[in-house]
């Protein structure tokens, strides 16, 4: 959550670039010689990779400082000199989002519910779902709610009206809160980046439709769950939280499915809330995540 300083416009850089001596000088000194003040800065050297992270929490003088369209003009000279892929961000603007769900409403409510509170500071465009089971919850929170019905045969046709619906409603993030449908190769392209599945994982993963009594069978010691960017392979993608809880021999399926519906609501919004204070950078197959 970002606290704003009344009358003092408050702004988010992020930049990427190759591992290089001076580059947190000269993101420093371009905000200090524009009268911009840092609150928090966030830094990381990969040494495998060889890549460099940046978050920079800061606020402008009205009046004194550039406006916010002006500093990403100038901050272009530095960016060009670094080599950076970078964004300057109103940290008061509210992304908008778009949440897929099926039939389960564990994470859609906690979603909504963090959203009505404050926690989550984004716009909920609109909720998306296969079935019509979680329509009521949408509407008793007056967000637009559309059925996107599919079979085998029209799973191209309902991909195609998805991606204008995300068009439509200017949604920059997609959450998949329990959308039990695989999306295709070619929708997780082109949604790379920008949309957050929830997964089920335990130690060892159990796949199939009823994974918590396989893991009671198995008489797992741990449950947990995965937020993670959607990509093609399937559950493997960049995480960017993880929740894990310990169990024992008393738990139940039953008891396991509720510490399962927990682990992925904290995850899922932790997730989502790191996603849109721009605090996750994706690194090849991992991600960098300034908490």
Known sequence: MHVPIEGKPHFILTATCESRLGTVAAVSSF???????ITEMHQFDDVITGRFFVRVSFFSEPGVSPSLEQLRHDFILVANQERMEWSIHDATAKPR???????????LNDLLYRHRTGELNMVIAVIVSNHTDLQPM??????????LPITTQTKPQQESRLLQIIEDSRSELIVLARYMQVLSNDMCSQLRGRAINIHHSFLPGFKGAKPYHQAHQRGVKLTGATAHYVTADLDEGPIIEQIVERVDHTYTPEKLAAAGRDSECRALSAA?????EHRVFLNGDKTVVFR
């Open 97 to 107: 989002v778009l949440i897929m769900v099926s039939k389960f409403d564990h994470c």
């Open 272 to 276: 989502v809330r790191f996603h849109v």
């Open 31 to 37: 905000l200090a010689s524009r009268r911009c003040y």
């Open 138 to 147: 949408a509407e008793a929170h007056n967000v637009p709610f559309i059925h």
